[in-house]
């Protein structure tokens, strides 16, 4: 097989069509075998459930080649039980969780020349989803869903290293308690696009959410976790059952813990809190982590000691050994890995 021909390292973080894409549907109460396809496109009624009430939930993982040539893909069975908990959420059918992982290995093996080479920076990012199909006009779930996977190759998030953002602390809220905060709904970010392009014209990256009750604790941004390291070397990452809980900060914390021998703390974080930590990022999929250098609190400044110009020392050191566990380099922990080819 070769390799498309592509400029790996000037790709963006855009859609690229594939070759081939997994669907499968759900009628009377059971899900079909799943096919993959050529039709990038999909054909839905007018009054598709998804269109008019949103019923959609989506993953997002990667595909890397590793330094040994292998094409892996990193902890896909939290990606499915994370996508179990959306479609309860928001009563849709469960895709079985085997099944998922099947759906999501058949997709990048369909797509293996669209995998970027190692040392490219680039990866193969898969997007699965499900939505509601047939018509539904009265408020209710739908009868009929699909479950779609598609991948698209992304360029390095950063090109020229990961430099510092400044994010700003929003007067918007992005969940509610006991609402959808903790599952990946398409409706938590629809309603995010507002306070992101409000952000971005005041010259802010980002949006760090504060909790809807009490605005007194860090809760994330609109797609990435917060970590923040103390002066004395500990890992905190906020804990609120309205936060998405990200596999990368997951995986982050056994990282820290078990390879740098950190001390690791998920809890509760104040908001007073923050001006105190040695270091903060964001982390997700996309970006690994992206370091915070500044945050602006309604015209106050929190400006983190790591500064504006690289990652602070410890987030460099979780993001190096996180990302050669990606990439083959570390040892990864037992079934983080799923070897595709
Ligand atoms: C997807 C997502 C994240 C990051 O999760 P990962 O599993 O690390 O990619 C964080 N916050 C929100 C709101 C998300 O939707």
């Given at each position: 097989m070769m390799s498309k021909n592509i400029d790996w390292s000037s790709l963006g973080f855009g859609y690229v069509q594939t070759d081939k894409r997994f669907v499968s549907n759900y009628k009377n109460g059971a899900w079909d075998d799943g096919v993959l396809t050529e039709d990038a496109t999909v054909n839905l009624s007018e009054c598709a459930g998804v269109l008019q009430y949103a019923q959609t939930c989506f993953e997002g993982l990667k595909a890397y080649t590793t330094e040994k040539g292998q094409i892996v893909i990193f902890r896909p069975d939290l990606n499915a039980s994370r996508m179990a908990d959306s479609c309860k959420r928001l009563e849709m059918p469960v895709y079985p969780e085997d099944k998922w992982v099947d759906a999501v290995v058949k997709t990048v093996e369909a797509n293996i020349d669209w995998v970027p080479p190692y040392g490219s920076g680039a990866t193969l990012y898969i997007r699965p989803y499900m939505f509601g199909s047939n018509p539904v006009i009265g408020v209710k779930p739908a009868d009929e869903y699909q479950f779609r996977v598609f991948c698209t190759p992304v360029g390095?998030?950063?090109?020229g290293g990961a430099k510092p953002i400044v994010i700003r602390v929003s007067d918007y809220d992005r969940a509610a308690p006991h609402?959808?905060?903790?599952i990946k709904a398409g409706l938590n970010y629809a309603m995010s696009l507002y306070p992101i392009v409000d952000a971005h014209n005041q010259g802010f990256a980002e949006n760090m959410y504060l909790d809807a009750?009490?605005?007194?604790k860090v809760e994330e941004t609109g797609g990435a976790n917060f970590i923040f390291v103390t002066k004395d070397g500990t890992l905190v990452t906020p804990k609120s059952?309205?936060?998405?809980?990200s596999i990368t900060r997951r995986s982050l914390m056994v990282v820290a813990e078990k390879y740098l021998g950190m001390k690791v703390e998920h809890r509760e974080v104040y908001f007073?809190?923050?001006?105190?930590?040695?270091e903060c990022g964001l982390c997700g999929t996309a970006a690994v982590i992206s370091p915070v250098g500044k945050i602006n609190d309604h015209g106050k400044e929190i400006c983190?000691?790591?500064?504006?110009e690289e990652m602070g020392p410890y987030t460099k050191k979780l993001y190096d050994a996180l990302t050669g566990i990606q990439m083959g380099r570390i040892e990864a922990p037992e079934g983080w890995i799923k070897v595709i080819k």
């Amino acid at each position: 097989m070769m390799s498309k021909n592509i400029d790996w390292s000037s790709l963006g973080f855009g859609y690229v069509q594939t070759d081939k894409r997994f669907v499968s549907n759900y009628k009377n109460g059971a899900w079909d075998d799943g096919v993959l396809t050529e039709d990038a496109t999909v054909n839905l009624s007018e009054c598709a459930g998804v269109l008019q009430y949103a019923q959609t939930c989506f993953e997002g993982l990667k595909a890397y080649t590793t330094e040994k040539g292998q094409i892996v893909i990193f902890r896909p069975d939290l990606n499915a039980s994370r996508m179990a908990d959306s479609c309860k959420r928001l009563e849709m059918p469960v895709y079985p969780e085997d099944k998922w992982v099947d759906a999501v290995v058949k997709t990048v093996e369909a797509n293996i020349d669209w995998v970027p080479p190692y040392g490219s920076g680039a990866t193969l990012y898969i997007r699965p989803y499900m939505f509601g199909s047939n018509p539904v006009i009265g408020v209710k779930p739908a009868d009929e869903y699909q479950f779609r996977v598609f991948c698209t190759p992304v360029g390095p998030y950063f090109k020229g290293g990961a430099k510092p953002i400044v994010i700003r602390v929003s007067d918007y809220d992005r969940a509610a308690p006991h609402g959808t905060g903790h599952i990946k709904a398409g409706l938590n970010y629809a309603m995010s696009l507002y306070p992101i392009v409000d952000a971005h014209n005041q010259g802010f990256a980002e949006n760090m959410y504060l909790d809807a009750a009490t605005r007194t604790k860090v809760e994330e941004t609109g797609g990435a976790n917060f970590i923040f390291v103390t002066k004395d070397g500990t890992l905190v990452t906020p804990k609120s059952d309205s936060i998405l809980p990200s596999i990368t900060r997951r995986s982050l914390m056994v990282v820290a813990e078990k390879y740098l021998g950190m001390k690791v703390e998920h809890r509760e974080v104040y908001f007073d809190e923050v001006k105190d930590f040695a270091e903060c990022g964001l982390c997700g999929t996309a970006a690994v982590i992206s370091p915070v250098g500044k945050i602006n609190d309604h015209g106050k400044e929190i400006c983190f000691p790591s500064g504006m110009e690289e990652m602070g020392p410890y987030t460099k050191k979780l993001y190096d050994a996180l990302t050669g566990i990606q990439m083959g380099r570390i040892e990864a922990p037992e079934g983080w890995i799923k070897v595709i080819k």
